[in-house]
């Protein structure tokens, strides 16, 4: 299946020069839907992971289905103010201004196999703060996963440690 029909391209959203990807036309879909999950589950079957890793909002969307796919728990990160336990934080850069991110601090036990998972690549600053969060546990990332990678912003750079995975490439 072309998944990459699927996501609509909206220009000068939320500013003036983003091409901005929506994925809500794949996700009302339930055929791209269902090939989006399980393209994102046959890739990770049977490397054990115990937790995906994803932060709202477009992150829990998949991140939810996959770990019900792959049988394996879900960790949620969440914007500050949100998640009612301790957390560690982390500030980080998106394509367009500036955010921080945090994780319960008893989310992941030790060597937990995570992976991080976001709907899209682009400057890799979020997923980059997902993997510091992570960092903070004395936990194994198995990989980072993408529906979809900004090939042009080269974002990919930022994870030389990890593998890196997407389901669809855009050059813009
Ligand atoms: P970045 O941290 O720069 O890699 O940006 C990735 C995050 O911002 C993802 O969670 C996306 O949901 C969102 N994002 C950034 N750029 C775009 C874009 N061009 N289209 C859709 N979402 C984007």
Wanted: proline letters at 4%; glycine letters at 8%; hydrophobic letters at 40%.
């Amino acid at each position: 299946m072309k998944l990459e029909r699927h996501i609509r391209n909206i220009p000068d959203f939320p500013k003036k020069g983003i091409q901005f990807k929506d994925i809500t036309t794949l996700l009302s879909d339930k055929k791209a839907f269902k090939a989006t999950v399980n393209g994102l589950a046959k890739i990770f079957k049977g490397k054990n992971i115990d937790y995906v890793v994803a932060a709202e909002a477009r992150g829990f969307i998949l991140g939810g289905a996959l770990s019900y796919k792959l049988g394996c728990g879900f960790i949620p990160v969440r914007k500050p103010g949100k998640l009612p336990y301790r957390t560690y934080k982390h500030s980080y850069s998106l394509e367009y201004g500036t955010n921080e991110l945090h994780i319960h601090e008893d989310a992941l036990p030790k060597n937990a196999k995570v992976l991080i998972l976001d709907d899209l690549l682009a400057t890799g600053g979020t997923a980059l703060a997902l993997v510091n969060l992570v960092k903070k546990f004395d936990a194994d990332i198995v990989g980072v996963a993408f529906l979809i990678e900004l090939t042009d912003l080269k974002g990919k750079e930022k994870f030389k440690e990890y593998p890196v995975y997407s389901l669809i490439k855009f050059d813009i």
